[in-house]
């Protein structure tokens, strides 16, 4: 047990245990950037006023191609969302 406690230690560098500090670290959040679907895993849906997860949307998609609905390309995006919505 002791050995491989020798061995975590020696593997390690520190910084892993103390993460990020001092002046010259730098800005860690984001400059001067729009966030846009690709930062986030909710999607806002103008139809319903609702925010959609992906589980969510996973589940609507499942219901509407279950109702008859058209295989729709792209995935978790906004217009597919609203796509779902305005067919339910």
Not at 2 to 27: A, D, K, Q
Not at 39 to 59: C, H, K, M, P, R
């Amino acid at each position: 047990m002791i050995l491989n406690f020798i061995e975590f230690i020696n593997e390690i560098s520190g910084t892993e245990l103390v993460g990020p500090v001092g002046p010259g670290y730098g800005e860690t959040g984001l400059q001067n950037k729009t966030l846009n679907y690709h930062d986030t895993n909710v999607i806002y849906s103008d139809l319903d006023g609702n925010f959609y997860t992906i589980d969510e949307y996973d589940a609507l998609y499942n219901q509407y191609l279950k109702s008859g609905g058209e295989v729709l390309q792209g995935g978790f995006s906004k217009s597919n969302i609203d796509i779902i919505l305005s067919q339910s």
